[in-house]
């Protein structure tokens, strides 16, 4: 099994920066890509960014040149660093990854339970 933990979540206020943390962990042989999402209240969860285990990555339009994914891979950790933070913002982010476990070389797919962010003055 695989498990994610989110951390780093919290009030900030308008135009401030908080940095999200996802650590994996359990029976992992590999992780290819991980990324963040988010749902705010009464609405469906959205992908905020994703990075691959080459580096690459992709954002979401609402997070192009605020947000900043990245990950380590010795650690099986990614980051989120969110800065200019907009009340718009506010939601559960919740951390993804996707690889293959050891064992029987199966393939996962994991979510964290999430970390609130909101934004408020």
């Known amino acids: 099994q695989v498990q994610l933990v989110e951390s780093g979540g919290g009030l900030v206020q308008p135009g401030g920066s908080l940095r999200l943390s996802c650590a994996a962990s359990g029976t992992i042989l590999r992780i290819n890509a991980m990324g963040w999402y988010r749902q705010a209240p009464g609405k469906q969860r959205e992908l905020v960014a994703v990075?691959?285990?080459?580096?690459?990555?992709n954002y979401a339009d609402s997070a192009k040149g605020r947000f900043t994914i990245s990950r380590d891979n010795a650690k099986n950790t990614a980051y989120l660093q969110m800065n200019s933070l907009k009340p718009e913002d506010t939601a559960v982010y919740y951390c993804n990854a996707a690889g293959v476990e050891y064992g029987l070389a199966k393939r996962f797919d994991s979510w964290g339970q999430g970390t609130q962010v909101t934004v408020s003055s």
């Open positions: 990075i691959t285990r080459g580096g690459s990555t």
